[in-house]
């Protein structure tokens, strides 16, 4: 969850860490550990992926366009509003990707899909302001469930987990105000398996997951403080706009 930061990047990789066609990129994010799975999945939802599966989250961001990372390319469809990776909601066809021209491999890490089509979902509202130090974030993913990376496939059902906004000196390598860094608590609950994915602050989008560490090179789990990767989407708000308006 983001047990880490939200901030320059963007997206919560649903990696299906070692299966089929999973891009690189995309196996070796944050994933969701220690959650519980949702009741019921919100409108918003996303799960990214191909015809091999899914392998990032995302959150639907307007009728017809899914806000997931930069480094979730290639995929060919999106299924929106449901709980369950596999089934359920609407499963969507990939039109157009645009990348968030900031990014640089690990800042700005955002990207929008464009589906073939508007879906009947509601999408989730960006927030007008980045949550301050303290704040109660929810975080949501597809992503393995146990501590360790490569340990296991991706969850088959959406789990969401709650932390708080922590200062931006507790989390290593924070690219300046568009990251946001988490508060962990929970022993095992940053490590790999999301992208793309949201977290949520009263029913808004603050941010989208990236990419998780403790400082450089760190990739192990139960960090009390890391950087969860997720680029405050309040930051890149006028991008995500005007490239839904150029259509």
């Not at 980045?130 to 146990?146: H, I």
């Not at 959406?158 to 906004?165: C, E, F, K, M, P």
Request: one cysteine or more; hydrophobic letters at 35%.
């Amino acid at each position: 969850m983001k047990i880490s930061r939200l901030s320059a990047i963007a997206a919560m990789a649903l990696t299906l860490l070692g299966f089929a066609t999973v891009p690189a990129e995309a196996a070796s994010s944050p994933n969701i550990v220690g959650g519980s799975t949702v009741t019921t999945a919100p409108s918003w939802a996303a799960a990214v992926g191909d015809s091999s599966g899914m392998w990032c989250s995302g959150e639907l961001v307007a009728s017809q366009w899914v806000l997931t990372a930069a480094h979730c390319e290639g995929a060919t469809q999106i299924r929106v509003g449901s709980k369950n990776l596999n089934s359920g909601g609407t499963l969507a066809r990939v039109s157009k990707w645009v990348r968030n021209p900031k990014y640089n491999g690990s800042g700005y890490d955002f990207s929008l899909y464009k589906l073939t089509s508007a879906v009947s979902q509601t999408p989730i509202q960006i927030a007008s302001s980045s949550p301050a130090v303290g704040t109660k974030v929810t975080l949501y993913g597809f992503g393995q469930t146990c501590g360790t990376r490569g340990c296991g496939p991706m969850s088959s059902t959406l789990r969401q987990l709650s932390t708080t906004v922590s200062s931006d000196s507790n989390c290593g390598g924070i690219t300046g105000s568009v990251e946001l860094c988490f508060a962990t608590t929970v022993s095992g609950t940053d490590c790999y398996g999301d992208s793309g994915g949201p977290a949520v602050v009263n029913g808004q989008l603050v941010g989208s997951d990236s990419r998780g560490a403790d400082g450089p090179g760190a990739d192990t789990c139960g960090r009390t403080k890391s950087i969860y990767g997720d680029a405050s989407v309040t930051a890149i708000s006028s991008w995500v706009k005007s490239t839904i308006a150029a259509g």
